[in-house]
C-alpha cells in the first residue's frame, strides 16, 4: 500500500487506465475516503481531457 505523498509523486505520469486501476482497486480494498477522492479527481480530469481532445477532432473535420 503506497502513501498518499508516493502516489502523488507517480501519478502526474500515469495514463488514465493506471489510474482507473488504482481508484478501482482501493475502492476494493482500503477505502481511504481521501485517496479516494484525490484518484476520481485525477481520473476526471484526464478522462475529460481525452474526451475534449475527441470532441475537438470532429470539429477540425
Do not use: G
Request: aromatic share 4%; no cysteine.
Amino acid at each position: 500500500m503506497l502513501t498518499w505523498r508516493k502516489l502523488n509523486d507517480r501519478l502526474a505520469t500515469m495514463s488514465e487506465e493506471d489510474v482507473l486501476a488504482l481508484l478501482n482497486n482501493e475502492r476494493a480494498t482500503t477505502k481511504r475516503s481521501t485517496v479516494l477522492e484525490r484518484l476520481h479527481q485525477r481520473y476526471s480530469t484526464l478522462r475529460a481531457a481525452r474526451e475534449r481532445q475527441e470532441i475537438l477532432k470532429e470539429a477540425i473535420k
